[in-house]
C-alpha cells in the first residue's frame, strides 16, 4: 500500500511539475521570444502540459478520447522540442518527416484506444515515438560546431537520455518482464521512473536556457570582436592583434606593412542606390578582400567604408605590388545588389611597420595620409609612404 500511495504522489507530482515547466517556458520565451528554438522549447513544453492533464483528468473524460489526446499532445510536445534543437544547430527542419512520422503513430494509438485494445502495443509505440524523436534531438546537438556550448548541450542530452531511458525501461522492458518479478519490486521500479520523469522536467527549461545564454554570451563575445555587417575584426580588436604583430616584428626583425582602403565614393552609392545596397557593397568588398589575403594577414572594417590591414613578411618593396593586387581584384568586379550591379574602386594607402615604434597610432597616421593622397592623385591609386 506505501509503495501504491508514494507512486500516486509521484504521478502527481510528475503532472503539477510538467505544468510549471510549461510556464516556465513561457517565461523564458517572454525574454528570448525572437528566438525561433525558444519558440518551438515553449510549443513542446506546452503540449507536453496538456499530455499531463489529459492523464489528469481521464476519470471525467471518455476513456479512448483522453488516450488519443494524452499522447498526441506528447507526440506533438516531443517532435517540437526535436525541431527546436533543429532551428537551435541551425539545421533545416524536418517538419514533412516529422508530420507523417506523428501520423502514422497517432492513427496506431487511435487504433489502440479502447480499453480492451492490446496495452502493451500502445505503449511500445509511445515509447517507439518518443526515443525516435529525442534521439534525433541528441543526434542534431551532437552536430552543433559550435564547441563553445558544450556544457549546455551535455545538460540537455542527459535530460533527454533520462527520458530515453525511462522509455525503454518503463514503457517496453519492464511490461515485458512484469510477470517474472514480484509486484512489490515492479511498483518500486515505477518510482524510480517517475522519479526520473520529475528530475528531468524539472532540469529541462533550465538546461535549455543554459544552451540559449551559451549561444547569446558566444555571439556577445564574437560582436565584441568582430564587425556585424562585414563579419571582419573591428576596429578594437584590429589594434590588439596589431600590437601582437608589431611585438613579433620587433622580436624576429621581420618586415611588416599596414595598408589603408577606402571605397571611393561611398557616399554616391548610398545616395544613388539607398543604404541597404551600400551595406552590399561593404560586405562583398570585404569578402572579396578576405578571400585573397593569406592566413597571417589581419583585416579590420576600420569604420564606415575604411579597411584596414596589417599584412606580415610584406616588406616596403612589397608593399605596392599588394596594394595593386587589391586594388584590380575590387576594379576588375561588380557586387551584384538587388538593384542591380554596382561597380566601385578602392584607394590604398601603404605604410611599412617600423619595428622601433611600439605603438601603432604613428603607422596608422602614416598609412592614412598616404591614402588621402591617392584620392588626391585621382582615387583607385594605391600611395606608398616612404618613411615611417
Known amino acids: 500500500m506505501l509503495a501504491i500511495d508514494l507512486n ?108 480492451e485494445s492490446d496495452l502493451l502495443l500502445r505503449i511500445i509505440v509511445i515509447a517507439f515515438v518518443n526515443i525516435v524523436l529525442l534521439g534525433l534531438a541528441i543526434g542534431f546537438l551532437l552536430s552543433d560546431p559550435h564547441k563553445s556550448s558544450r556544457i549546455a548541450r551535455i545538460a540537455v542530452i542527459s535530460v533527454f537520455l533520462i527520458y530515453i531511458t525511462g522509455e525503454l525501461f518503463a514503457q517496453i522492458i519492464l511490461p515485458i518482464v512484469a510477470i517474472q518479478i514480484p509486484f512489490t519490486t515492479q511498483s518500486t521500479l515505477r518510482s524510480v521512473w517517475l522519479a526520473m520523469n520529475i528530475a528531468a522536467q524539472v532540469l529541462l527549461p533550465s538546461s535549455l536556457l543554459l544552451l540559449v545564454s551559451e549561444r547569446l554570451l558566444r555571439d556577445t563575445k564574437r560582436l565584441a570582436r568582430y564587425d556585424g555587417l562585414t563579419g571582419i575584426l573591428n576596429r578594437q580588436a584590429f589594434l590588439e592583434r596589431a600590437d601582437q604583430e608589431i611585438a613579433r616584428v620587433a622580436r624576429h626583425k621581420s618586415a611588416a606593412t599596414l595598408l589603408m582602403l577606402d571605397i571611393d565614393h561611398f557616399k554616391i552609392v548610398n545616395d544613388s542606390y539607398g543604404h541597404m545596397v551600400g551595406d552590399e557593397v561593404l560586405r562583398a568588398v570585404a569578402l572579396n578582400i578576405k578571400e585573397t589575403l593569406r592566413r597571417e594577414d589581419v583585416f579590420c572594417r576600420y569604420g564606415g567604408e575604411e579597411f584596414c590591414i596589417l599584412a606580415p613578411g610584406i616588406s616596403a618593396v612589397e608593399a605596392f605590388s599588394f596594394g595593386e593586387r587589391i586594388r584590380l581584384l575590387i576594379a576588375d568586379s561588380s557586387v551584384a545588389t538587388h538593384r542591380g550591379a554596382v561597380k566601385v574602386t578602392v584607394s590604398i594607402g601603404a605604410a611599412p611597420i617600423n619595428p622601433n615604434q611600439p605603438d601603432i597610432s604613428q603607422t596608422l597616421k602614416i598609412a592614412d595620409e598616404a591614402l588621402y593622397v591617392a584620392k588626391r592623385n585621382g582615387r583607385n591609386a594605391v600611395w606608398l609612404a616612404t618613411t615611417n
Open 8 to 115: 500516486t504522489l509521484l504521478l502527481a507530482t510528475l503532472f503539477a511539475v510538467t505544468v510549471l515547466s510549461a510556464l516556465k517556458m513561457t517565461y523564458i520565451l517572454a525574454v528570448h521570444f525572437h528566438d525561433r528554438a525558444v519558440r518551438w522549447w515553449t510549443a513542446g513544453q506546452a503540449f507536453w502540459a496538456i499530455a499531463a492533464l489529459s492523464y489528469l483528468f481521464r476519470p471525467i473524460m471518455d476513456q479512448a478520447l483522453s488516450i488519443f489526446l494524452a499522447n498526441l499532445s506528447l507526440f506533438v510536445g516531443t517532435a517540437c522540442l526535436t525541431l527546436g534543437v533543429c532551428a537551435f544547430v541551425n539545421r533545416r527542419l524536418p517538419l514533412r518527416f516529422t508530420i507523417c512520422f506523428i501520423g502514422v503513430a497517432s492513427a496506431a494509438i487511435a487504433f489502440w484506444s479502447s480499453p
